[in-house]
């Protein structure tokens, strides 16, 4: 509805073009070939017939290069004829004037720019009734080249309500914002669980896990792969700023940098086709990997599975890039377009309701103007954005940032813009926000409410500017339909179920380490929060009277070490004596209360052992001279 209100306004703010898409069809006297080529016209002079049986063939007077300004100097030869002059010098009234006064039967103006809408006041409609086309001047050499004696019939087909090829368009668009946002968005809600769970480990990995991540490994290869990027406001001006310089540039210095954007769609749809078809490739059976080596790419020994997969994703790009000019090269185009769409969806991540407003809003004032306002501003009055989408007349290479589809009828608008064209932007702007949607989806616990809304809205604010498209007879932004439409949708969602604040602040808190050791715990909802709070609780109580219970088996298993060890020095003390004493009696030492040696204590012989004197023992208590037959060990 709000996409509908925003184009009846800019309906009547810039008005609807009059001027429509014809055919000419072009043939020498004999008839032997023939070609089409596109023509703009204004029915407001005399209209075209719609039924290419009734344009009558005339033959064509080439006055060129005169721009028919001042009457012909020979005009004996114009009655009955076509006249083919150059654009410029006057006003399209006075050129068909002057040709209507000289009996031709219609006009031909030949444009070296980009064909605009032919046009006069209204009083000068009643004075002519000749038609007033206008041709690209390189459709006139091309023409030229058919022979010198030629035929020309003008005439344009009904154009139809909807066009076939906008249908392959939407079916197109609908399937790579919802599988992209889908799979973002729930790729995004795991990653969390997973970071939770690694986080909220006090004492890092329990036995057996190591064997749960090798087995998961495969999955984390297309992980480790995606580099995510979460956009901040600052990073959104920086990015508006930097594509609106792009887009100028491209604008001025077209036939150079064309080339390098051909190249980095390559390389980066080649990536995408990667990272889309790797899930599928990993459910294959077999994972052998190549032996170890010291080449940079291959170092961490990846699957020969996965190097086939990217050499097969290289080479579809390659044989893009060779044979892009080819009428099939839409069909590898478009595939690796979507490809590249999906992988950026799962790349970029709006961290909240709040960012992704600020990116649609932005991108929709970018949309409107680079559209709508630069043809009352540049040169050409031409709009910007199309000049660099469809390319200007003299470049040979395409953008190739676009989902194309030819046109399938016969139409004055199918031979003038034989593809219709979709650019990226139109996909990954919603595209971010769906994907949002659908991890707020995952977070919350529903069905899935925010992210079917919003695709539906798409899809929605996708027909309406096809409509927007077919009835003004102009390029459209599809961001003026789309934007409105898919955010007021999730706003609806969210303001309907209550949900409107934890929807606008989204995923904005603290880093999960900061909020782990703030808070305790990482968890998804606060439902989920209570109970794995109790079970972190019970868990680390019993850890602790595990703990505390080792650390006492622990001090007591020392304390017995500690005690055998003494007992086995004074054993060890005990058969030394006797060993070095010989058959001379010695007198083992006691220990004090301290544990010290006490010098002066008698001990008791043993059974069978003779009784010591005190002069003896007083020699085995002195220093040992060297004639001493006595030994006294201490220790």
């Not at 305790?520 to 019970?538: F, H, P």
Request: with cysteine; charged share 25%; proline share 6%.
């Amino acid at each position: 509805v709000v996409g509908v209100i925003f184009s009846l306004i800019v309906w009547q703010l810039l008005g609807k073009a009059t001027a429509e898409y014809g055919i000419l069809k072009a043939q020498p006297r004999d008839r032997s070939t023939y070609q089409y080529y596109c023509l703009r016209y204004d029915p407001q002079w005399e209209p075209l017939p719609t039924d290419p049986d009734e344009a009558i063939p005339d033959p064509l007077l080439d006055l060129t290069p005169l721009q028919g300004c001042e009457e012909y100097k020979s005009p004996g030869h114009v009655p009955n004829h076509v006249v083919a002059i150059m654009r410029g010098n006057c006003t399209f009234f006075q050129k068909a004037r002057i040709a209507q006064k000289f009996g031709a039967d219609g006009i031909v103006v030949i444009s070296e720019d980009a064909l605009v809408d032919p046009g006069g006041n209204s009083s000068d409609y009643k004075e002519i009734h000749i038609p007033v086309a206008l041709l690209a001047y390189k459709d006139f050499l091309h023409m030229k080249s058919l022979g010198s004696d030629l035929e020309v019939a003008m005439y344009s087909p009904p154009e139809p309500l909807m066009e076939y090829n906008l249908i392959v368009i939407w079916l197109m668009a609908v399937f790579t914002v919802g599988v992209g946002g889908y799979w973002a968005g729930s790729a995004k809600s795991k990653k969390k669980r997973k970071k939770r769970r690694r986080y909220t480990a006090e004492d890092g990995e329990h036995e057996g896990e190591a064997g749960e991540e090798e087995e998961s490994a495969p999955e984390d290869d297309q992980e480790q792969l995606i580099e995510t990027v979460e956009i901040s406001p600052k990073f959104i001006a920086i990015f508006v700023f930097m594509i609106c310089a792009l887009l100028l540039l491209l604008y001025f210095f077209y036939n150079y940098l064309v080339y390098v954007i051909i190249f980095i769609f390559c390389f980066a749809s080649a990536t995408g086709l990667y990272v889309c078809l790797l899930p599928l490739v990993l459910w294959v059976p077999g994972n052998c990997r190549i032996p170890e080596n010291k080449l940079p790419l291959l170092k961490k020994r990846p699957r020969v599975k996965t190097i086939i997969l990217a050499a097969c994703c290289i080479t579809v790009s390659i044989i893009w890039f060779i044979f892009r000019k080819e009428s099939w090269a839409w069909i590898l185009q478009d595939g690796l377009g979507i490809a590249f769409s999906i992988y950026m969806l799962k790349t970029i991540r709006l961290p909240s309701f709040m960012v992704c407003t600020i990116l649609l809003a932005a991108l929709f004032v970018y949309d409107i103007f680079f559209v709508f306002i630069t043809p009352l501003i540049t040169k050409s009055k031409t709009s910007v954005m199309v000049d660099v989408a469809t390319g200007p007349e003299d470049a040979t290479e395409q953008i190739p940032m676009v989902l194309k589809v030819p046109s399938l009828r016969h139409s004055g608008s199918a031979m003038c813009n034989p593809y219709s064209l979709l650019g990226f932007g139109d996909i990954l702007v919603p595209g971010l926000l769906i994907a949002f949607c659908k991890y707020f989806d995952s977070k919350i616990g529903t069905w899935g409410v925010y992210y079917l809304t919003t695709l539906v809205a798409y899809g929605v604010g996708m027909i309406i500017t096809f409509f927007a498209l077919v009835f003004m007879k102009n390029a459209q932004p599809a961001l003026l339909y789309l934007v409105p439409c898919t955010l007021l949708t999730a706003t609806f969602v969210a303001c309907h179920r209550g949900e409107i604040k934890q929807f606008w602040r989204g995923t904005t808190d603290f880093p999960l380490r900061m909020r782990y050791k703030k808070e305790g715990v990482l968890l998804e909802d606060q439902d989920e929060e209570d109970k794995l709070r109790q079970e972190e609780e019970q868990e680390s109580a019993n850890e602790g009277v595990l703990l505390e219970d080792q650390d006492e088996e622990d001090k007591l298993r020392q304390e017995e070490e500690q005690e055998s060890a003494n007992e086995g020095e004074r054993e060890d003390l005990v058969n030394e004596e006797g060993a070095v004493g010989g058959e001379t009696e010695t007198t083992p030492k006691s220990l004090g209360e301290n544990g010290a040696n006490d010098p002066d204590a008698i001990v008791p012989a043993s059974p069978g052992q003779e009784q010591r004197s005190p002069q003896r023992s007083a020699l085995a208590r002195g220093p040992k001279s060297p004639n001493s037959k006595h030994v006294t060990i201490q220790t």
